[in-house]
């Protein structure tokens, strides 16, 4: 469907190209109607504004993998805090990180008090951020490609990708995304078939039960610590 | 499969399980002393023997630490990339013999005529193995072997095991490896030969290790989820894994609420909750805790020469599962 729609957009801008040419061309003979077409421009370029749909599943994932290779792509320059900097929004805009801290603890999260829960969804966006910033440092030619998508049974959507790594074997990229509010988020990576947010709720859970809450909290800075340094 | 060969598989099983239960033996007394039992809180349904595996699990990190990094680390350093790579393809190649196997034990014949070529083509214009010329006529390299076939036939992977030297398997995993060993054929040419294989296998999982250790706040947790999700992807060839999980995170969001329900594991935990405490003061604490640990040891080494006993009773069967599933594919 997307696809459809970006090829719809281009016909069309070529189409008002030619709309333009023509209209300037009315202008200079002085034609009436060239008032008219100006209007029915702006018009048909209104319209477009207002119904254009918000993204897809699929847009929200294209959208951040070509800013993740973009920040690869400047990755030296930028060194680790301006990946950082940069991967802030775009990590956040198309991840829903608190849905995510939540699932990770599982049935812990009731057992947080509402300072620990936003502690922990604060140490969670900090996390994510730093080990992408860590983990997609540099580029030597690699390329997300998009195989397809996938409704699941209670209303997500998985979307299956691929990175393209050159001289070695193609990673396989699964995002699986919920709706909030009105756009689709992220809320779980499978990259070659192991999940991200399966991974880390064994392992939080684990810690908060065995060691405790602050402890937990304790270990995830000293990762985010780590990437920044290493 | 003859008969000669059968009996052979029986020799190589026999002398495999030896080997893992006198490393055991070893490898616990080693760490008998190093740590007190932890209290096993959150009962994972793949571990029961979480304890006993996380001490093989510490004990292999200090295998690693002071032996295996050391040498692999001396190995990176004085042979150059190309010679890495040469060796890498070197043992790949001999791995693939295994791989044609397996992929005829699961039906897939296709995929198994595919690795036959690969194995050709490397062999003789790859120069017994050393480039991987078949990658660049597109035949790429597949992933299979006993344990993924024993899968697919239906043998469900039982409990995570940590095996002392070897790292993370399943009960299921063991007849697998003792499979694969007996089919590759750098375990019969010698000690030199077996050492570099085991070598080039460390120097290969250099990267994972590390992402293992930036990543991970819990190693032992994260080795063995991404061990279990990563073979359970392989045999599934990747179809299950996504819309399991997703339904499992589904399931979860609607009951997290609503199910508290007190697992197995937590009466334990409750009624041990307050010796805890004090356990180094009181003795028979901790020696019931070993006790116990003694027992649930022993009883995931009998699980895993049952589930040998099964390996060896599905292998005789091979014949009609391939049947099988010949047909289902059609």
């Keep these: 469907m997307p696809f459809r729609q970006s090829a719809r957009h281009k016909v069309n801008n070529t189409q008002i190209y030619y709309i333009f040419y023509k209209v300037l061309d009315m202008i200079l003979q002085k034609n009436k109607l060239a008032l008219f077409f100006i209007v029915c421009l702006f018009a048909a370029n209104s319209a477009f504004a207002i119904n254009e749909p918000v993204e897809t599943a699929k847009q929200v994932v294209e959208k951040f993998q070509t800013e993740l290779i973009d920040v690869m792509k400047n990755g030296k320059q930028l060194g680790y805090a301006g990946r950082y900097e940069k991967l802030h929004d775009p990590v956040s805009n198309s991840h829903d990180l608190t849905k995510i801290a939540r699932i990770i603890v599982g049935k812990e999260w009731e057992k947080l008090t509402e300072t620990q829960q936003q502690q922990l969804v604060d140490a969670i966006i900090r996390l994510s951020i730093s080990s992408y910033a860590h983990n997609f440092k540099d580029y030597s030619g690699e390329a997300f490609v998009f195989d397809s998508e996938e409704e699941t049974t209670r209303g997500g959507v998985v979307v299956h990708s691929h990175l393209n790594i050159p001289d070695d074997k193609p990673v396989k990229f699964d995002y699986m995304l919920k709706e909030k509010g009105s756009s689709w988020r992220i809320i779980n990576i499978i990259a070659n078939g192991v999940s991200d947010l399966a991974l880390k709720r064994s392992e939080y859970t684990s810690i908060l039960q065995r060691e405790g809450f602050d402890t937990l909290i304790a270990k995830i800075n000293e990762k985010i610590d780590n990437y920044s340094k290493l | ?330």
Excluded at chain 2, 142 to 168: C, K, R
Aim: hydrophobic share 35%; aromatic share 8%; glycine share 6%.
């Design chain 2, 1 to 330: 499969m003859s008969k000669a060969n059968s009996s052979n598989l029986d020799v190589k099983i026999n002398k495999f399980i030896s080997g893992i239960l006198m490393a055991t033996v070893i490898s616990l007394s080693g760490c008998a002393t190093t740590k007190d039992s932890e209290q096993n809180l959150s009962t994972n349904k793949d571990d029961p023997y979480e304890n006993f595996n996380r001490k093989v699990f510490t004990f292999n990190d200090k295998v690693d630490d002071y032996v295996a990094k050391p040498i692999s680390d001396g190995y990176k350093w004085v042979t150059p990339q190309l010679v890495q790579t040469g060796v890498f393809n070197f043992f790949n190649n001999l791995k693939n013999i295994n791989v044609v196997i397996n992929d005829a034990l699961q039906a897939k014949f296709a995929q198994s005529a595919q690795d036959t070529g690969r194995l050709a083509i490397n062999t003789t214009l790859g120069l017994g193995g050393i480039f991987d010329v078949a990658k660049h006529v597109g035949l790429e390299q597949n992933e299979e072997d006993f344990d993924q076939t024993l899968a697919v036939w239906g043998v469900s992977h039982g409990s995570y095991l940590v095996i002392p030297f070897l790292g993370p398997s399943t009960v299921r995993g063991v007849p697998g490896a003792a499979f694969d060993t007996a089919a590759n054929p750098s375990t019969y040419i010698g000690f030199p030969i077996m050492a570099a294989a085991l070598l080039n296998t460390r120097a290969t999982a250099e990267g994972s290790l590390q992402f293992i250790d930036e990543a991970a706040l819990d190693p032992y947790i994260f080795t063995r989820e991404s061990f279990l999700q990563w073979r359970d992807n392989l045999a599934t060839d990747g179809k299950s894994q996504t819309s399991n999980d997703v339904d499992d995170l589904d399931n979860e969001l609607l009951a997290d609420d609503k199910d508290t329900a007190v697992k197995p594991g937590l009466p334990i935990n409750v009624s041990k909750a307050e010796p805890t405490k004090d356990k180094k003061t009181n003795p028979s604490v901790s020696l019931e805790a070993e006790t116990k640990e003694l027992e649930k040891t022993s009883k995931s080494l009998s699980d895993t020469t049952k589930s040998l006993d099964n390996a060896t009773q599905a292998f005789e069967n091979a014949d009609s599962k391939i049947d099988k599933l010949k047909k289902s594919k059609k």
